[in-house]
């Protein structure tokens, strides 16, 4: 398996523009989590499903930020307008079984995000 | 609200001595405590979890200790060398957030040759 895959690697978009990041999590895995990385903050869980359905949204910091899962392998994390604050390494990880908390968290290799 | 304090936020130590990270955890039931590393520019992986049904865990130069009753856990790396420079995440899972991981704010570990 070639793991969780984020794309782009890399985003540099003009503020007030949209941006969408796609993941594609490992074959089989229940769960999928959107992560935040900035020095400030750092790890910030913004969003995971289970099953393609989402769970907890409470991270997300606001409704400019949406989230889908249409079906097992595919998830996307939006901003819509996007700001400079949001620039930040967005991850996605998986995990293989319904005990989520208890398992290993794969990682993608993550999305750098610069907004301009 | 619940938290994971961990520290220090950055390490030096020489190539060959021993580097030890803590947290502290605020939720008396979790149960779950994985470490993170993750190198520059690229993913967090796991190096080593442990559950609270046991003291310590180890694997080669790394081990893991977990003290239920003061609710802190602690990394240990032995012999370290240039290749485990990296920034170390500890987290927890919290009972008060459904069980999902807190996150330690991260240890900027610096081997010195």
């Known amino acids: 398996d070639a793991g969780v895959i984020q794309s782009p690697r890399h985003e540099v978009t003009e503020m007030g523009q949209e941006v969408t990041l796609r993941c594609k999590p490992i074959s089989g895995h229940d769960y999928l989590f959107w992560y935040r990385q900035t020095m400030m903050r750092g790890l910030e869980l913004l969003i995971y499903f289970n099953n393609n359905v989402p769970i907890d949204d409470s991270g997300m910091p606001e409704d400019r930020f949406s989230a889908k899962m249409p079906n097992a392998s595919f998830s996307t994390l939006k901003i819509q307008p996007s700001e400079p604050r949001d620039s930040a390494v967005y991850f996605c990880a998986s995990s293989p079984r319904g005990a989520s908390w208890n398992t290993e968290a794969f990682f993608g290799q993550g999305t750098r995000l610069t907004v301009v | 609200g619940e938290n994971v304090e961990q520290h220090p936020s950055t390490l030096s130590v020489q190539e060959g001595d021993s580097a030890v990270i803590k947290c502290t955890y605020s939720?008396?039931?979790?149960?779950?405590f994985p470490w993170y590393k993750q190198e520059l520019g690229k993913r967090p992986q796991l190096i080593i979890d442990?559950?609270?049904n046991v003291g310590e865990k180890k694997d080669q130069r790394i081990a893991v200790t977990l003290n239920k009753t003061a609710k802190h856990f602690s990394l240990h790396i032995t012999e370290t060398q240039p290749e485990d420079s990296a920034v170390y995440f500890c987290?927890?899972?919290?009972?008060?957030?459904?069980?999902?991981?807190?996150w330690g704010a991260g240890t900027k570990l610096i081997i010195k040759p």
């Open positions: 987290a927890a899972s919290m009972v008060d957030s459904n069980y999902q991981l807190i």
């Open positions: 442990i559950r609270s």
């Open positions: 939720d008396s039931a979790s149960n779950y």
